[in-house]
T-cell receptor
Framework: GQNIDQPTEMTATEGAIVQINCTYQ??????LFWYQQHAGEAPTFLSYNVLDGLEEKGRFSSFLSRSKGYSYLLLKELQMKDSASYLCAVMDSNYQLIWGAGTKLIIKP | DVKVTQSSRYLVKRTGEKVFLECVQD?????MFWYRQDPGLGLRLIYFSYDVKMKEKGDIPEGYSVSREKKERFSLILESASTNQTSMYLC??????????????FGNGTRLTVT
């Protein structure tokens, strides 16, 4: 079967760095997405990786290793507004998205 | 910016009622999707559509149907609401079919409670 695993909850301190991991087993691979979802709001697109390596976008970076079925989202200089759930999703060979359950990130002052 | 609008933010319905959830997108996207989101579970795909009058079953279509009469509008129908359909329903759209780098744009969700 297809499976996406990510931690349920993480806590970090304002100003620090946090890494949210995502491992996957899917039927084929056409890329991995990260979305951010604040409580009570819609998910919003953060990043897309299809090739191995690190993609950087300001304070956020996303890494992919296809051979290991592994990705992480790195958040630097954490701000209180980064408190949200972070959703990992993989696009399989049929261009269907398989979603993880999400990681709730709590930022403490 | 793409705007995906869901007609209701909160709905309370009784068991057995027929429920309509409406979704409209304003960017001429080809693809539209209906998901439900429940605590501890990933987003689960109910139905999707790649074109007008076209629909495909997702992972959990039982108890639901959809309609796409116009490109911009995608409706989710609960034929006879049941308590296990209490959930957050999210509509989404994306630009291209079979495109690996076509992120989803989500509406703000409809929180449906069935009593």
């Amino acid at each position: 079967g297809q499976n996406i695993d990510q931690p349920t909850e993480m806590t970090a301190t304002e100003g620090a760095i946090v890494q949210i991991n995502c491992t996957y087993q899917t039927s084929g691979f056409n890329g991995l997405f990260w979305y951010q979802q604040h409580a009570g709001e819609a998910p919003t697109f953060l990043s897309y990786n299809v090739l191995d390596g690190l993609e950087e976008k300001g304070r956020f970076s996303s890494f992919l290793s296809r051979s290991k079925g592994y990705s992480y989202l790195l958040l630097k200089e954490l701000q209180m507004k980064d408190s949200a759930s972070y959703l990992c999703a993989v696009m399989d060979s049929n261009y269907q998205l398989i979603w993880g359950a999400g990681t709730k990130l709590i930022i403490k002052p | 910016d793409v705007k995906v609008t869901q007609s209701s933010r909160y709905l309370v319905k009784r068991t057995g009622e027929k429920v309509f959830l409406e979704c409209v997108q304003d960017m001429d996207h080809e693809n539209m999707f209906w998901y439900r989101q429940d605590p501890g579970l990933g987003l689960r795909l109910i139905y999707f559509s790649y074109d007008v009058k076209m629909k495909e079953k997702g992972d959990i279509p039982e108890g639901y149907s959809v309609s796409r009469e116009k490109k911009e509008r995608f409706s989710l129908i609960l034929e006879s609401a049941s308590t296990n359909q209490t959930s957050m329903y999210l509509c989404a759209s994306s630009r291209y079919r079979d495109s690996y780098n076509s992120p989803l744009h989500f509406g703000n969700g409809t929180r449906l409670t069935v009593t």
